[in-house]
């Protein structure tokens, strides 16, 4: 269990004072997985430093399990080295002058647990990792996929009950990624460990989350489980952020009311779409490109039914990337790989239902 | 993330690349910081404290502090008497001078052995720094040999080839110039040859194919990417001769032509029975401060505007080399000549000169002469075994006490969970002796320790905490530098795993800095072996130096044991220095045999 | 006792310049001095200060170990002005450091007027001739340095040169070295006046001298036979050169300028008696003898003459000693190096 209340943080002094985490909260049942998600400079990675005790907020609470680590109101600060937890670096941090077996057995050296324990402990966290055997390698000598399996390792081999991960995963190439993915979400079900994970790819943020915040300039955006996010933002940012994205411009029906459904005119078309206030002044019809399928030319003019022609047909191998141009107004389409509409033909589109959100200015 | 560029390690102004995580604070920290600003601020401050009290203080003949008046009157006397101006003019055209020779020599050969195709690179890149391993009081010696004006190896050679030689005369300005300048070649060549390594080879590459020659693209393209770091090269050395006193103390004593640190140190040491007036020498070396600390505050300037021009790739291009072609066997002829100029014949006449109890010039009948009687007499003589003794003793101090402080000081500015005001006030404080010449170090030292009731004065001790404050600035940058390069989150994967800050500084970080560490040791042990002026003004009977020693037997008149005591130094100093490279091979050889 | 003593004063005022190359007898052991030996023995050390040689001055130190027994030599080798100026500067700030020190006349000044030497009863307590006595006892002539003219064998002959004046012989253009200092001039000006010394240096000067800074490398010079002659070398330097085989050599022609090295006795100093008991020893017989052995240094004026003394007492030349008040030998040096202007 990880319960983060309203930390606040700034840098810098008088009026150079940059608010880095403005009141984030945030709560990570034991036993899931935890991401905050977010583009560079959100506060991701100054709230899991905060967590592991390397950075100290200005103000809010930070609760380990049973135990308060961090507490501005009572005074609480608890060194780095004192709060029971593992963490993997984004460079992994692997000890280049030391072993496999000495980088992974680090953390075990002041419990006063004697040698063959120690070497029994370090064998059981690397064939958890998948590296047995390798515990005379020098660090140096290995590849990035294996010092990042080394790290894991490291982090796990003291039975810790919360794990913190800094986008451990944006350094391997794109093979190696989906499968450490999985081996995380195994390695998570089977330790039951709580893991509060930060990442700025999206796609992770989906596969491997129980539990996702989006953060944006030092604050929550939204929070929730991934696929909910995803199909149901309620945030435009969220909408954006967590993939391909159509936004629409177009006018305001007047009875469009937060949490109910209209049906609005577009360049395109006539959709019906739900309604969520956004932060932006513009009014804007969402979609997401995959929600669409190839509709028959005689079906344009009914309703979630977009029409107009091919601008561009992006063939990308599994899929295909269409982008259909109405006048000025450019939407974006993903066709299955068999759909391949010519550029410059016409082109008739079915909207999905429930797949359109219409982000209203707020009042 | 990291822009900083350090120049072969002279690195003062390190900046953290990204920002220490300020973590809950640890109970002990204050205690350490206070310390270190209190011992940085003692070695620092108090001698400058001293000197400037003393300068104001009209002591005349007595110690500083003896009559309790406070005046100006040794500026007075200092800023109203001509031959200060005078002085300063010598100075300057000494320092400008050694500086413009020696970094010409420098640019010449980093640009041959970094950057061209010449054969024999390793050779002459081992040439080059030989005259590092020779003291400059005895390259001075062996100079004053080798150029005098009447019975000089060169000119008596030049007499008997028939050819006539320009009449110059070592014993003046110019002859002090060219000695220090190829004396500063070496130690130019350290810093000029990093900042060749570190220039993007694509500009001069693309030089090359919008069909410009090999020298064009040295003058236009290579040289004005230079122009920032060798400028703040240029400054730095202009610091070191404004302040040095090794050459200008040797061959003006017997040119009779003074520079500000000479006359400094003859003020507090006078030679013709008069007493020494601490007043006026120490108005006079707060004349040295003010110099130098405005030629350092240009260096950092500069190094700051040097960074914009320098690239350095975290994969480590290998720059590609300009063909010389048709030029490679004129250029290498030259460098040879060079080499030949600045290593071969100093240290023939250093070798020669020992041999014979008297100076004669080389021939097959001078060579029944010869005799190991000086080396002899060295060994005999038993203040020599005891200077060594004190030395080893002196230096290892020194390096113990300057890289310890500098290991904590790095740490506190780089690493430590402290406020930013903190680490400027500690980085401060620590370079602060930088801006202080060596003559002045001595001489605030030598008053400070009279008065206090530390009793270290005549002893050891006093001289390597002299040194100690003297290296302190470069240490603690060298040092800096390389905790940098230790990324941080190897520091705080170990806090993660549960070690104190100590186990996480002994077992992570001096390992990794292992190799900075060495070579900052032993810089400091050669450096101190080197030093002249502070050992001078320091020593006693009980605390002899090397350096003093050398001194001693010039002033003697013994000639043939210093140039023996010349050849045993240069080569205790040659084999420190190829030390780390001979540590690294032995280290690569048993982790190879150890698979 | 004080009968002995008193022989012994008659004896040396009836010597004078003239004294038997035989040893003055020694003095029998007077109570005073079996005390001081007695005192030494127990202080057991000597810490000496001197610019000669170390392993030379221990050879002469041995010499005295042989009679004196159980008292270690301690020496540290430094310059008389920066030793005078460490003294002075020790003192002040309460250190005394060493036993016995020496130095020429002109350095002294500073020493007397501010009392760091105590007066000594030498000739009371340790039968020291008078003639080596100085400044009421409080310091004792060690040896003399002379400054001959000296030559290049190779260059001149003996013959050539048989007076001051011949230096300024236009055939001797540019092969004439004069040391910077000027120190031989400056002791000529005491019997010749420093107007005749000065004019001297004039004349001198227009025949093209080389001139240098230092003894040694005067002596240097003189071997190499980049001049022919040389004023500012001593007949120490220049005998042990000519041992060693350099062509060099020095002649009698007078007067010959000699200065005087004093031996002092710091006040405060932690071993007194010892420091007493080597000076006196030094300015007798067996001491004179072993200086001259190990550094060609010894008396060329009074009593105990070294053999370069006899040499020069033999031929009848007159030597000439520096002025002994340290102000005005200053102000003659002074004056000399200014005339020759190569000091800045």
Known sequence: MIVATGLEKSYGEGRQRVPVLRRVSFQAEGGTIFTLLGPSGSGKTTSLRCVAGLESPDGGEIVLGATTVFSSARGINLAANRRRIGMVFQSYAIWPHMTVAGNVAFPLENRGIGAAQIRARVERALALVGLEGLAARDAPNLSGGQQQRVALARAIVDDPEVLLLDEPLSNLDARLRWQMRQELVALQKRLGLTILYVTHDQEEALALSHRVALMRDGAIVECGAPLDLFERPTQRFTAEFLGLANFLPCAAPREAAPGGTVAVDTAFGRFRARVCVSERPEVELFFRPHHVTLASADAAGEANVGAGTVADLACLGEINDVTVARGEARVRLRLHASQRPAPGAAIAFRLEADAAILFVPPR | MSDRVDFGGVALDAVPPRRAGRGAAVSWLPFVLGAALALAAYLAAVPLFVLIASSVNASGAHLPFETGVVTLANYAAVLGDPSTYRLLGNSAVFAIGSTVLGLAIAVFFSWLIERTDIPARRFLFVAVLIPMAIPNMIYTTSWLQLLDAHTGLVQVTFQQLGVPFPALDILSLGGMIFIQGIALASHAYLLIAAAFQTVDPTWEEQSAISGKGRFATLRRVTLPVLRPALLSVVIFFLMVCIETFDVPGMVGLSAGIQVLSTRIYWATHPEGGQLPDYGVASALALILVVIAFALIQLYQAQLKRGRRYVTITARGFRPKRVALGGWRLPLLLVALALLFVMVALPLFMLVWRSLLHYYVYPSLAALGLVGLDAYRDLIDEPQVPAAVANTAIMAAATAAFTVGFSMLAAWLTVRAPIGGGWRRLLRTIVLLPQAVPSVVIGVAFMITYLRVPVPIYGTVWIIALALATKFMAYTTGSLSAAQIQVAGELEEAALIAGAGQFKTYRRIMMPLMAPALLNCTLWVVIHAIRELVIALTLYSPSAQVLSTQVWGLWQGGQIDDLCALGVMLALLLAVLLTLPSIVTQAAAVVRGARR | ?344
């Open chain 3, 1 to 344: 006792m004080l009968r002995l003593t008193r022989r012994g004063m008659l004896r040396t005022l009836a010597g004078g310049v003239v004294a038997p190359v035989a040893t003055l007898p020694r003095l029998a052991l007077g109570e005073t001095e079996k005390d001081v030996v007695e005192a030494a023995r127990k202080e057991g050390k000597i810490v000496f200060w001197g610019a000669e040689e170390v392993p030379k001055i221990r050879r002469v130190a041995e010499k005295f170990a042989k009679q004196y027994p159980g008292i270690a030599f301690e020496q540290f080798r430094i310059e008389p002005g920066p030793a005078i100026q460490r003294i002075i500067s020790e003192h002040d700030a309460g250190q005394s450091n060493v036993d016995l020190f020496d130095s020429p006349i002109t350095y002294l000044d500073p020493i007397l007027d501010r009392d760091l030497v105590d007066r000594y009863d030498w000739s009371g307590a340790l039968g020291v001739t008078k003639d080596h006595v100085y400044y009421d006892g409080r310091a004792l002539a060690c040896f003399n340095l002379e400054i001959p003219i000296c030559y290049n064998s190779n260059k001149v002959k003996p013959g050539d040169i048989k007076s001051w004046d011949d230096l300024l012989d236009p055939k001797w253009k540019g092969q004439v070295l004069l040391e910077a200092r000027g120190t031989a001039l400056a002791v000529l000006a005491t019997k010749w006046g420093i107007d005749k010394a000065v004019d001297y240096i004039k004349r001198l000067k227009a025949n093209d001298p080389v001139i240098m800074i230092g003894g040694s490398p005067t002596a240097e010079a003189l071997a190499s036979g980049r001049v022919a002659l040389a004023i500012g070398t001593y007949t120490g330097k220049i005998d042990l050169m000519k041992r060693d085989g350099a062509p060099v050599d020095w002649l009698l022609v007078g007067p010959i300028p000699a200065m005087i090295y004093m031996m002092l006795v710091a006040k405060g100093a932690k071993h007194p008696n010892a420091a007493r008991l080597f000076a006196s020893w030094l300015t007798t017989q067996p001491g004179q003898a072993a200086l001259y052995e190990a550094l060609h240094y010894g008396f060329v004026v009074g009593s105990n003459l070294s053999p370069n003394g006899v040499k020069m007492r033999d031929a009848h030349v007159e030597v000439l000693q520096e002025a002994t008040d340290p102000k005005e030998d200053r102000k003659l040096l002074e004056t000399v190096a200014a005339a020759i202007g190569a000091l800045k």
